[in-house]
């Protein structure tokens, strides 16, 4: 369940992403995004894991924000991937992954935080 809510959420920031920065981020159309969304999901349950324990010095040095580094390079990895789906270069990657990390800690990962009273 938490995956599909991750895929489409990608989908929806995809999507806005496309319309706020038309030059710097490569959208074909819906399917594309949605098949971006999808292979993106699964690559972060897969392999992104795999990256944060390997890059663990860093991660811990600079208090997660290595995470959002990661978070990019899944980003290119899916539009290497994906034909129809791409970036200008990593810094515009950089900034979905950002959005991207900000729209999932809203919308997907709200609903594992329990507050105990």
Do not use: H, Y
């Amino acid at each position: 369940m938490r995956l599909i809510m991750q895929a489409a959420v990608n989908m929806a920031v995809f999507l806005a992403c496309a319309l706020l920065f038309p030059s710097g981020f490569i959208l074909a159309n819906m399917t594309v995004a949605a098949l971006a969304a999808v292979v993106l999901a699964f690559l972060n349950r897969l392999l992104k894991p795999l990256l944060i324990l390997l890059s663990l010095p860093l991660v811990i040095i600079s208090l997660g924000a290595f995470s959002l580094i990661i978070n990019a390079a899944m980003l290119e990895l899916t539009a290497w991937l994906i034909p129809g789906f791409g970036f200008e270069s990593f810094w515009w990657a950089f900034l979905v992954a950002l959005l991207l990390t900000l729209a999932n800690l809203i919308f997907v990962d709200q609903g594992s935080i329990q507050i105990r009273r």
